[in-house]
């Protein structure tokens, strides 16, 4: 079964800085997309970014990049230049066996401090 | 473009009454769309899969007479939660799946911004 662990409950960063929100998975796919997703305050979950695991080059996305290692089944977030905005749970998800389900770690909750 | 509502936002209710929860794709369609159940500071768990015109699929655990699940267009869901109790008390987000997206991309799902029910 595909599970997903973010093992940082809480995080803060100040505000201009750089932080790195981790995630590793496990699942028997042998091509599958990954996502992070953030639910700010008002509790819209939105898209940051997405990976195709068989690409190779890491996703980027603004300010959001992340740093992929298939074999470690690792999946992290870099956040550069923080800002207030990005003050949210940040989810890490994962597609259940080949379906479209998606699993969700247990999150992070980023705090940016000015 | 890939909006989707949800009504009401907020609804409390006294316990052993029903409540109808509204999930609708506004300028998509959706054949399938997906309820979530998250309880405070905690994730999202998947508590169906909502199929036009066929049946939802229900995971581990929930119970498919308690919630409801009605998918009569490719625009709208519908999430009843039957005799309501406290312990149903939680955030409820819907998400929706866009048929049209196009082949060996995955379909995006789109997620609506929540209910928030209280059961008395």
């Known amino acids: 079964a595909q599970t997903v662990t973010q093992s940082q409950p809480e995080m803060s960063v100040q505000e201009a800085e750089t932080v790195t929100l981790s995630c590793t998975y496990d699942?028997?796919?042998?091509?599958?997309?990954l996502f992070w997703y953030k639910q700010p305050p008002s509790r819209q979950m939105i898209l940051v970014i997405r990976?195709?695991?068989?690409?190779?080059q890491n996703a980027t996305e603004n300010r959001f990049s992340v740093n992929f290692q298939k074999a470690a089944k690792s999946f992290s977030l870099k956040i550069s230049d923080s800002q207030l905005g990005d003050t949210a749970m940040y989810f890490c998800a994962l597609p259940q066996g080949g379906s479209e389900k998606l699993v969700f770690g247990k999150g992070t909750k980023l705090t940016v401090n000015p | 473009g890939a909006v989707v509502s949800q009504h009401p936002s907020w609804v409390i209710c006294k316990s052993g009454t029903s409540v109808k929860i509204e999930c609708r794709s506004l300028d998509f369609q959706a054949t399938t769309m997906f309820w979530y159940r998250q309880f405070p500071k905690q994730s999202l768990m998947l508590m169906a899969t909502?199929?036009?015109?066929?049946?939802?699929?229900?995971e581990q655990g929930v119970e498919k007479d308690k919630f409801l699940i009605n998918h009569a267009s490719l625009t709208l869901s519908t999430l009843t939660v039957t005799s309501a109790h406290p312990e149903d008390s939680s955030f409820y987000i819907c998400?929706?799946?866009?048929?049209?997206?196009?082949?060996?991309?995955?379909?995006?799902?789109?997620f609506g911004p929540g209910t928030r029910l209280t059961v008395l």
């Open positions: 699942t028997s796919e042998n091509n599958y997309y």
């Open positions: 998400s929706a799946r866009d048929r049209d997206r196009g082949r060996g991309s995955y379909n995006e799902q789109f």
């Open positions: 909502s199929n036009e015109g066929s049946k939802a699929t229900y």
């Open positions: 990976q195709e695991a068989y690409k190779q």
